[in-house]
């Protein structure tokens, strides 16, 4: 697996664009959100449809088509420098293939940040567009607007991406052990939903593969797990960094499963490395080069996330 492409960095003045390619928003926290960006000297722009609501299916921010639109737009208007996702749910699957990838290709490198369902994109964006993507916090998600440590990690990543070049989690080793490779992954359940689609990876290795889930029964990502082996998804891979279980069952039930299903695979893997749907979680670009050290718990990227 090779290192992707990275977009450049932010700086003051930056104009970002908020899209809603999942559920939708509630209009009190995109304020707050775009309060949030405004203090960082961004200029935030919302997209059309990021208020609506799916007339049948109130899951959706709106159309297939319109939250399609709304993505493509903004990643293609050249005075745009990240578009923000606004907040994940469901239904990045159902507009990924309404996308005219080749008019995002040609719109060169930007910045991507969004977690949970946006993993579909972060997936895409990989394979359709070669593009160093950021799993961060969502601009109406409780996490960016109330934690601190969420909020300056992405500042960080965004304006000062050297600063951050050691991602240090605090976690524990589930296996010990250095590793190197690329970063890709996400939501666990996203990625398994994806196995065999048009834009996943068939593939991890030479990865490093950061997994975490939200609200799910320890058989059920025993499942995911197990479908993603069965896919081949994890040959090679080189590392494991697992994020947060948030809603799922206690830890202490979720860890054996978590050694059953991924010891075996004779590569280091650490445990509550502090990203996805948790309190304060830290930003992790993917489709960079890192070293991982599941015995410190850390994360080196070999250059900054962003140019």
């Not at 003045?13 to 899209?19: I, P």
Request: hydrophobic content about 45%.
């Amino acid at each position: 697996m090779k290192p992707l492409t990275r977009p450049p960095r932010l700086a003051p003045g930056a104009r970002v664009a908020v899209v809603a390619p999942s559920g939708p928003v509630p209009e009190e926290r995109l304020q707050a959100g775009l309060d949030v960006l405004r203090g960082w000297d961004l200029d935030p722009v919302v997209a059309p449809h990021v208020l609506d609501r799916h007339a049948a299916f109130d899951y959706l921010a709106g159309t297939d088509a319109d939250r399609a639109a709304d993505l493509q737009t903004a990643w293609c208007d050249p005075s745009v420098d990240a578009v923000l996702c606004a907040r994940g749910g469901y239904g990045v699957q159902r507009m990924a293939d309404l996308l005219d990838w080749e008019a995002m290709r040609a719109a060169g490198p930007k910045v991507l940040v969004g977690f949970s369902d946006i993993t579909a994109l972060h997936e895409a964006f990989a394979t359709r567009l070669g593009l160093v993507t950021l799993h961060g916090p969502m601009a109406a998600g409780i996490d960016f607007l109330k934690n601190a440590r969420a909020q300056e990690h992405l500042k960080a990543t965004l304006f000062a991406p050297e600063t951050v070049r050691v991602i240090a989690s605090g976690g524990t080793p589930l296996v010990p052990g250095r590793a190197r490779g690329v970063t890709l992954g996400g939501c666990l359940c996203l990625l398994a939903a994806e196995v065999g689609s048009p834009h996943a990876r068939a593939s991890a290795r030479g990865g490093l593969l950061c997994l975490e889930d939200v609200g799910e029964e320890t058989y059920r990502l025993d499942r995911y797990l197990t479908q993603l082996l069965r896919a081949g998804l994890l040959d090679g891979v080189r590392g494991i960094l697992l994020g947060s279980w948030h809603a799922c069952e206690p830890y202490e039930r979720l860890r054996p499963m978590l050694a059953d299903r991924l010891g075996g695979l004779g590569v280091p893997v650490v445990e509550d490395f502090g990203f996805g749907h948790c309190e304060g979680a830290l930003t992790i670009p993917f489709g960079v080069t890192a070293e991982l050290d599941a015995d410190a718990g850390t994360l080196t990227l070999d250059a900054p996330a962003l140019r």
